[in-house]
């Protein structure tokens, strides 16, 4: 089992920047890869980051060269960071973790909110 907890959501501006924390705890020795989705209302959840053991980081093209998925192993937290952010950026925002013996674990979310 693995238990997650997102943070660092909030409204911003259009062109400015975010940083999402996804704090994991219980069994995070074995867990695979960790990502990030989001899910704008209306729209089904779209998977946009993925950094998989070992560092190797998957991206979405709609947010390819503006986001940035990193880990803090000590930590067992992975971050991201967001520039440029875009109206369209708008969503709630899930951390997600893969287990492959149990299957994926999910946050609450955070709500990211892009608007002047």
């Known amino acids: 089992q693995v238990q997650l907890v997102e943070s660092g959501g909030g409204l911003v501006q259009p062109g400015g920047s975010l940083r999402l924390s996804c704090a994991a705890s219980g069994s995070t020795a074995s867990i695979s890869q960790m990502g990030w989705y989001r899910q704008a209302p209306g729209k089904e959840r779209q998977l946009i980051a993925v950094?998989?053991?070992?560092?190797?980081?998957i991206y979405d093209d709609s947010v390819k060269a503006r986001f940035t998925i990193s880990m803090d192993n000590a930590k067992n937290t992975v971050f991201l960071q967001m520039n440029s952010l875009k109206p369209e950026d708008t969503a709630v925002y899930y951390c997600n973790a893969l287990i492959p013996a149990t299957g994926a674990y999910w946050g609450q979310g955070t709500q990211v909110t892009v608007s002047s």
């Open positions: 950094i998989i053991e070992g560092g190797s980081t």
